[in-house]
């Protein structure tokens, strides 16, 4: 069973998220990290798409290497920004022709390196109708907990939410540090009657500086209880993996006791924090239980 719906339907999930690496070494470091994460067996990993537009590419090498060469499941991400009605049509044929079913599809941000890129879609939602056209996938959306960064109006972002959730088949969120916005965001979307799985992404942060850009870019708060800690070990590589161990271990929990229906970890590309984390939970290589 790869279908990431029908994995939801079968009980809880546990899966990572990596991004296409930009350099030769970073190659090697994700070559590393899908070896030795490959045995906690997550129920699938995806492949973020085209924040910089010359990893596109890359994104779909990645993703066919991990379905031919690896037991794991992946899904590609694939977004809006800079495409053609065809190159789109191209580019899912092309991953449902591999034997792909699962897909997150996506707004985007503007290319890096071609920020005013024309596009012929707008919203994540034309990508879902038009890879319900191309092939039975399992489509995934992005979730934002403390709303989309540009939103303006909570009602708002909230009908959005409901009507791209309505039309795919789960969520998937953007990290968050607090457990609370995730649940008022699950009662809000019940209001609207919608009850599609929204799996919360947890971050294990490597670097706080690039957590605190992060948070900053995708509108993600850090409590002033938490920013503290992160100055304390700014600068000291293994203090900052234990602490992001520990803040998404319990974070992970919280998520769980309240009923979470699966975890996505947000890898950077890095194995240990996502190994400890597993420990941490007790959870064995077949994922939750
Ligand atoms: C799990 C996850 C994975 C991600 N992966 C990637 C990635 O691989 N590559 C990448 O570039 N980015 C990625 N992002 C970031 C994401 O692409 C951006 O945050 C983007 O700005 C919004 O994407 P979306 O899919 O939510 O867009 P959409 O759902 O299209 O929404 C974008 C904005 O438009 C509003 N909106 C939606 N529908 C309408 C409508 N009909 N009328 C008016 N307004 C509307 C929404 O409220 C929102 O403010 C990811 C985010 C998450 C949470």
């Known amino acids: 069973m790869t279908r990431i719906a029908d994995l939801l339907a079968a009980g809880r999930t546990f899966s990572f998220e990596f991004g296409p690496p930009r350099t030769d070494d970073a190659a090697r470091r994700l070559d590393k990290t899908l070896v030795e994460l490959e045995p906690l067996k997550p129920s699938f ?17 990645i993703v066919e290497h991990i379905h031919r060469d690896t037991t794991m499941t992946p899904m590609p991400h694939l977004t809006c920004v800079g495409h053609t009605h065809q190159q789109v049509v191209d580019i899912v044929t092309g991953y449902r022709d591999a034997g792909l079913e699962n897909l997150l599809a996506l707004g985007g941000d503007p290319l890096v390196d071609a920020p005013d890129a024309p596009s012929d879609f707008r ?25 989309h960064p540009k939103s303006t109006d909570r009602a708002v972002d909230r009908q959005h939410l409901a009507t791209k959730l309505r039309a795919a088949d789960f969520g998937i969120t953007q990290f968050f540090f607090r457990a609370e916005p995730y649940f008022r965001m699950l009662d809000e979307l019940a209001d609207l009657g919608v009850d599609t799985p929204v799996i919360p992404g947890v971050f294990a942060f490597v670097n706080i500086e690039v957590a605190r850009r992060f948070s900053a870019t995708n509108g993600a708060t850090i409590p002033s209880h938490i920013d503290e ?61």
Not at 230 to 240: I, L, N
């Open 45 to 61: 990993v995806s492949v973020t798409y085209g924040a910089g537009g010359s990893t596109r590419e890359t994104t779909r090498e």
């Open 123 to 147: 919203y994540a939602t034309e990508l879902i109708e038009l890879a319900r056209g191309v092939g039975d996938f399992s489509i995934g959306v992005a979730a934002f907990p403390e709303l």
């Open 229 to 289: 800690r992160m100055s304390a070990v700014d600068g000291k590589p293994s203090e900052v993996r234990k602490l992001a161990v520990e803040l998404a271990t319990d974070l992970i929990q919280e998520l769980l006791d309240g009923g979470a229906p699966g975890i996505h970890l947000y890898t950077l590309n890095f194995s240990t924090a996502t190994r400890e984390i597993y420990a941490n939970l007790g959870l064995t290589p077949s994922g939750l239980v």
